[in-house]
């Protein structure tokens, strides 16, 4: 069993989807068990965030914003039977718009169920576009399957209830399903989200409850770089990095990698594979509890946009305990 994950960057036009459609191919043909995870389209959360906003506001020109977007996902689709699929989405994310608009007030709750539309069209798009090469891809929310806290925007994975319904529904799947990322539910079937970037997450969830071989993460970059590419040109790709040397990276600003998905992927040994989806022979980088030394003693550098360093001091605060909390 494989899990492959692919990001925004992956799965922004159909001639990209093309490129994922046959990543995936290739890899069936190695191992029949494969599981896919998506993100939105690249942009689209930032986009549905921006449009809720508007919204909330009562800035009515969100309407035109949402038909730019549904246009976007009926570019990708390759059938009448998918457009009126959109357009059924469509319907419901302008009823949830138009009530953040009546009652002028975004919560966290709303905007989770909002942004949750950019995985469900992606998956159901990219199924869709799986279908003539690969009869058996189905569609699969993950509603379904992860159940969280009602921590919205940043929901706590249910583990115990989470792994009992992967192993279950995968015990005799004989499908290729291409998952949504980023989303989950709670109990009580509302909709959260994992954080932003969440997608990486939800692979690593799935990865580890079906003890797969490997967590394939196929973005937009050759594996976890020295630096970030952006920033600094001559980076590399790292060939081999430990759990703890990625969760490190991750944590502190390389995005590459959204940091919860280390644990689930640690607590089974799952290996995780970093891969370009735009240069597919490039080996990546392969993250595992046993990597083969790299020379260097720095495996990396990352870094933190926007963050200030706030120093208190004064005569006033000595032997005066909690100023720090305060
Ligand atoms: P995806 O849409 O596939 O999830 P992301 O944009 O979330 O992709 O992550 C990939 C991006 O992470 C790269 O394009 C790169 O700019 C950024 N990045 C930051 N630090 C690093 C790093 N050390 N190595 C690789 N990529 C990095
Ligand atoms: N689409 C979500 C985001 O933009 C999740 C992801 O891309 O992993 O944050
Ligand atoms: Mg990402």
Not at 192 to 197: D, V
Not at 236 to 265: C, D, N
Request: glycine fraction near 8%; charged fraction near 20%; charge should be neutral.
């Amino acid at each position: 069993m494989r899990v492959l994950k692919f990001g925004g960057s992956s799965v922004g036009s159909l001639e990209r989807i093309s490129g994922v459609v046959q990543i995936v191919k290739e890899q069936l043909d190695k191992d029949p068990r494969v599981v896919v995870v998506v993100s939105a389209l690249g942009g689209v959360t930032d986009d549905l965030i921006r449009i809720s906003q508007k919204a909330a506001l009562g800035d009515t020109s969100y309407q035109q914003e949402l038909v730019q977007l549904q246009d976007r996902h009926r570019a990708i689709s390759t059938s009448e039977a998918q457009n009126d699929q959109i357009d059924k989405f469509f319907k419901k994310l302008n009823d949830a718009l138009h009530g953040v608009m009546l009652v002028r007030e975004l919560s966290k709750r709303s905007l989770d169920f909002i942004m949750s539309f950019g995985e469900r069209l992606s998956a159901y798009l990219i199924s869709e576009a799986m279908k003539p090469s690969i009869p058996s891809a189905i569609f699969l929310d993950a509603r379904e399957l992860i159940q969280t806290d009602r921590n919205f925007g940043a929901a706590r994975v249910d583990y115990k209830e989470t792994n009992a319904r992967i192993q279950k529904y995968f015990a005799d799947c004989a499908f290729v399903p291409v998952v949504t990322g980023f989303i989950g539910a709670t109990k009580e079937r509302e909709t959260t989200t994992l954080g932003r970037g969440g997608s990486d997450f939800t692979a690593s969830i799935l990865g580890a409850a079906l003890h797969a071989q490997e967590i394939e993460i196929w973005t937009d970059v050759s594996g976890v770089m020295t630096a970030d590419p952006r920033r600094v040109p001559q980076a590399s790709p790292i060939p081999q990095m430990s759990y703890q040397e990625a969760l490190e990276m991750s944590h502190f600003g390389a995005k590459v990698l959204h940091p919860p998905t280390i644990a689930p992927a640690l607590s089974q040994k799952v290996p995780i594979r970093i891969k370009n989806t735009f240069y597919p022979k490039a080996p990546g980088t392969l993250i595992s509890a046993e990597p083969q030394n790299h020379d260097s003693l720095i495996c990396g550098i990352s870094s933190i946009s926007h963050v200030a360093l706030l120093r208190v001091e004064g005569g006033g605060m000595v032997g005066v305990s909690g100023v720090a909390m305060r």
